[in-house]
Nanobody, 121 residues
């Protein structure tokens, strides 16, 4: 019913930048919030940043000042601008959304398929 499709990952040198995007499609009435998570090899998935439909943001401490999350409510998209990337930022980055479907008051959680970000030293 709802699909989240990420794009924008890749290989970048330390100190470089990448911009991830996630587009949600389907029977969407509203999405609140939209988030980015990441999972490095051998580690648990962790929250990177969250943004509400009103534009309120929250970041993990290690990303504050380097990453910026933004969204376009009309297009059901969320972006993550990542600057000053470090090798420890290497991970699969996942888009996550809590969606209210059209015609219902229920909300559901959805994950994207993930996009690989590799930062070389």
């Amino acid at each position: 019913q709802v699909q989240l499709v990420e794009s924008g990952g890749g290989l970048v040198q330390a100190g470089g930048s990448l911009r991830l995007s996630c587009a949600a499609s389907g029977s969407i009435a509203s999405i609140d919030p939209m988030s980015w998570y990441r999972q490095a090899p051998g580690k648990q998935r962790e929250l990177v940043a969250t943004i509400t439909s009103a534009g309120s943001t929250n970041y993990a401490d290690s990303e504050k000042g380097r990453f910026t999350i933004s969204r376009d409510n009309a297009k059901n998209t969320v972006h993550l601008a990542m600057n000053s990337l470090k090798p420890e930022d290497t991970a699969v980055y996942y888009c996550y959304a809590i969606v209210r479907l059209i015609g219902t008051s229920n909300t559901y959680q959805y994950w994207g398929q993930g996009t690989q970000v590799t930062v070389s030293s």
